[in-house]
């Protein structure tokens, strides 16, 4: 996991952060805690904004068979793209 993979999408946007924009970044450590894997990290710098602009989340088995659902609940509250 690189810096750039617990960037907000604001962020990338160039919008006014806030406190979503820091709970967002709490939800990302919180995924890769939990797994040791990033949700929306890429190859590239590229690839990572891309992934996070698109913030499409999955929570395959192979990674949260262990999890509890509340863990879960919690990621995807938050990871909300447009929190306004």
């Known amino acids: 996991m ?7 999408p ?3 946007n160039y ?3 806030s406190l979503a924009t ?3 970044s709490v939800g990302v450590l919180l995924y890769v805690l939990l797994t040791g894997c990033s949700p929306f990290g890429g190859d590239t710098k590229q690839e990572t904004f891309c992934n996070i602009s698109q ?3 999955d929570f395959p088995a192979d990674l949260f068979g262990d999890i509890s659902e509340e863990a879960i609940d919690l990621i995807q509250k938050l990871l ?3 929190p306004r």
């Open 2 to 8: 690189n810096i750039f993979s617990i960037t907000a």
């Open 10 to 12: 604001e962020v990338l």
């Open 15 to 17: 919008e006014p952060i």
């Open 22 to 24: 820091d709970m967002w």
């Open 55 to 57: 913030s499409k989340l």
């Open 80 to 82: 909300v793209k447009e």
